[in-house]
Each structure stands twice: as structure tokens, then as C-alpha cells.
């Protein structure tokens, strides 16, 4: 039987990708100190696949080890472990930090002793506030590296830079995406990514908060189409990055608009000051996704708002 290893299994990303896997058939390892993750998503997939999914509760930063529990024909090891919201990862700097350094060069390591293929979660981030839109993979970046957002979008660089380090010096074949916003059920209910917030403030009937004028734009992919592009570019053996999101790009004052009439919620829209360095555009160029993964996201944003609020448990409201 296969594996792989997921870090940050008890995320967002980390659950939908683990259930991914088990239904297809493979044992999942999972690994997560819960910085931001749920016990009830390890709980989830324990309680639903008890014999191939196995966890273990660690820190990646520190130097971990699964010698115990006898890994056999490891795959892949997605190393996904980090704060992705910028309210928690400006809550946990230096953490966000040492997971996308040390965490991933001690993954790196993992990997390498098994002789797996290490996909790392990066991020749009990198480019910073964008000169031009939309964001190909070949844009180097417009980033502050002294502000409040630089510890999340520098340690990611400092990954992406690490992944080609080892490449060249060990001639292994990792690789790493670019992820853009994606949301879908069981992310971090409280984390002010602005999808969960808006849902969870219409359905609530409060106030939905728009930073800014709502002009911004952002694209959204919902998780099932991520999850597909995670698992394509892990069996390709690119090790060139790669963006994975959804191109469709919407004003954040449409997307507040959309969450109303998909809730049918009486919430008034309330505008409070754009954050600092809050870029003002992010939409991925989906070229390459497209030609050497044939990625293909189609899950409208309409669509996806629907399945989120089908099975968002009502205890995260
Ligand atoms: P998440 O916060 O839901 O999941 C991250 C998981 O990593 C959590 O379960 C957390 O407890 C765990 N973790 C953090 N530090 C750890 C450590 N030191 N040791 C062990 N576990 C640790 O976030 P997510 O949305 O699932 O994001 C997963 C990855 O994808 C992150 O690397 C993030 O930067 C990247 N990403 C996500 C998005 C998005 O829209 N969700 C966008 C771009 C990039």
C-alpha cells in the first residue's frame, strides 16, 4: 500500500487533502501541533478511517521523528504546516516563521531518507503587492520584508528558495505551488480570512466588515479544485512552482454582495481603514496549471458559497 505524509494535517488544506488519499486508498500520516488546526478534523478522519490513517501530534520545527510507526512505500510528504491567515500568522510570527524554514528543512530531510517527493505549500504572498496583474509564475515579487506581513511572505520565499537549494545540491526532485485564496468548509472559524468572516457574520445577521473601499480584488478557489491541483502537480515530478487557485477575480464589495444573496441575510455592509501593505489585486495565471497539469478549477464562486454553507457545521458559527 501507498503513503504519503501530510504536515499541517489537522488544517484546512491538510484534512481535504488526507481524505483525498484515504479514499483513494492510501494510508495517510498525519502531523500537526494544532498551532492553528482542530483536534475535532484529526478526530474526523480517525473516527471515519481508523486503519490508514494514522496521527501523530508534533512540531515540526523541532526535530520529529515517526521511526515508530514503520512507514512503508512513502509517495509523497506534503509539507503544509504554517499559519496561512494574516491574523494568525501575525499572532505567531516567529512559529510561521520557523515552520516555513526549519519545519521544511527537517521535512526535506524526511523526505529524502524515504526517497519521497516533498510538495510545499507556498503561497501567492510571495509576490507581494503586485506590479501587474494577473500574477505569473515568472514575477519575482514586490514584497516588504520589514512589516507586519513579512514574516508569512519571506519565510515562504526562504522555502521556495530552500526546495531549489536541495534540488541542486542533492539532485532530488521536490517541488512547490503557489496557492492562492481558497476557502471552503473546516477552515480556522476565527481567523478573519474574508470569506469565513462574511459567511459567518451573515449568517449571524451582524455587520459584514469591508476593509477598504471594497474596490480589491481577490480570486477564490474553492477546496475541492486545490486538492485536485495538489495532487496533479505531486504526481508530475515538476519542480518548477507552480500557481494553484481559481482565476475568476471578483471586488471584495461583490463578493460581501454575492454572501448576502447566497445567505439571504438582512446584514448591513460597515467599511473600516485598509490594513497595512493589504495587496490590492491577486488573481493567478493559470497558463502553466493548465498546459502541464491540465488543471481545470470549475467550481463557480456562487457554487462553492452553496456546498460551503451545506456543510458547515452550525457549531463553527
Ligand atoms: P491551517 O492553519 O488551517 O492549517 C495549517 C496547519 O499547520 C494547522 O493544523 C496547524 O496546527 C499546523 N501547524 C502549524 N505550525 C505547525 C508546526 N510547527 N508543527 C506542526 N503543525 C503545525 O491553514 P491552511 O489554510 O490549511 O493552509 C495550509 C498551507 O497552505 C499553509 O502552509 C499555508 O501557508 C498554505 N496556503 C494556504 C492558502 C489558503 O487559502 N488556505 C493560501 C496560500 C497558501
Keep these: 500500500m501507498n503513503s504519503i505524509l501530510i504536515t499541517g494535517s489537522a488544517g484546512f488544506i491538510g484534512t481535504h487533502l488526507s481524505e483525498h488519499y484515504l479514499k483513494a486508498g492510501y494510508r495517510v500520516y498525519g502531523v500537526d501541533n494544532y498551532l492553528t488546526g482542530s483536534i475535532q478534523n484529526t478526530d474526523y478522519l480517525l473516527?471515519?478511517?481508523p486503519k490508514n490513517f494514522v496521527f501523530s501530534e508534533q512540531d515540526i520545527s523541532d526535530k520529529w521523528t515517526l521511526d515508530s510507526?514503520?512507514?512503508?512505500?512513502?509517495?509523497y510528504v506534503f509539507h503544509l504546516a504554517s499559519p496561512a491567515s494574516v491574523?494568525?500568522?501575525?499572532?505567531?510570527?516567529?512559529?510561521?516563521?520557523?515552520?516555513n524554514s526549519i519545519g521544511l528543512e527537517n521535512s526535506l530531510q524526511f523526505a529524502d531518507h524515504y526517497r519521497a517527493r516533498l510538495v510545499f505549500s507556498s503561497t501567492s504572498e510571495i509576490y507581494g503587492s503586485p506590479l501587474s496583474s494577473p500574477q505569473k509564475e515568472s514575477d519575482w515579487g514586490h514584497v516588504n520584508s520589514f512589516g507586519p506581513r513579512s514574516c508569512y511572505d519571506e519565510s515562504?520565499?526562504?522555502?521556495e528558495a530552500l526546495i531549489f537549494s536541495y534540488?541542486?545540491?542533492?539532485?532530488?526532485?521536490h517541488g512547490l505551488v503557489r496557492i492562492f485564496n481558497t476557502y471552503g468548509d473546516r477552515m480556522h472559524p476565527n481567523d478573519d480570512r474574508v470569506i469565513n468572516s462574511f459567511l459567518q457574520q451573515a449568517l449571524k445577521n451582524e455587520d459584514m466588515t469591508i476593509y477598504g473601499d471594497g474596490q480589491q480584488t481577490r480570486s477564490f478557489c474553492y477546496i475541492?479544485?486545490?486538492v485536485a491541483g495538489l495532487v496533479r502537480?505531486?504526481?508530475?515530478?515538476?519542480k518548477q512552482p507552480i500557481n494553484l487557485g481559481n482565476d475568476h477575480e471578483v471586488r471584495i464589495l461583490d463578493l460581501a454582495k454575492l454572501v448576502l444573496e447566497v445567505t439571504g441575510s438582512k446584514s448591513k455592509i460597515r467599511f473600516e481603514p485598509l490594513p497595512q501593505d493589504d495587496p490590492l489585486q491577486r488573481r493567478p495565471d493559470l497558463t502553466l496549471a493548465r498546459q502541464l497539469l491540465e488543471y481545470n478549477p470549475n467550481i463557480t464562486l456562487m457554487d462553492g458559497l452553496k456546498k460551503m454553507m451545506s456543510v458547515i457545521d452550525s457549531t463553527q458559527l
Design 87 to 99: 491574523k494568525l500568522y501575525q499572532k505567531f510570527p516567529i512559529e510561521t516563521m520557523q515552520a
Design 47 to 49: 473516527h471515519k478511517y
Design 156 to 159: 515562504k520565499r526562504f522555502g
Design 167 to 173: 534540488n541542486q545540491k542533492n539532485q532530488t526532485s
Design 224 to 226: 475541492d479544485d486545490l
Design 233 to 238: 502537480y505531486a504526481e508530475s515530478n515538476l
Design 69 to 75: 510507526v514503520g512507514i512503508q512505500n512513502l509517495k
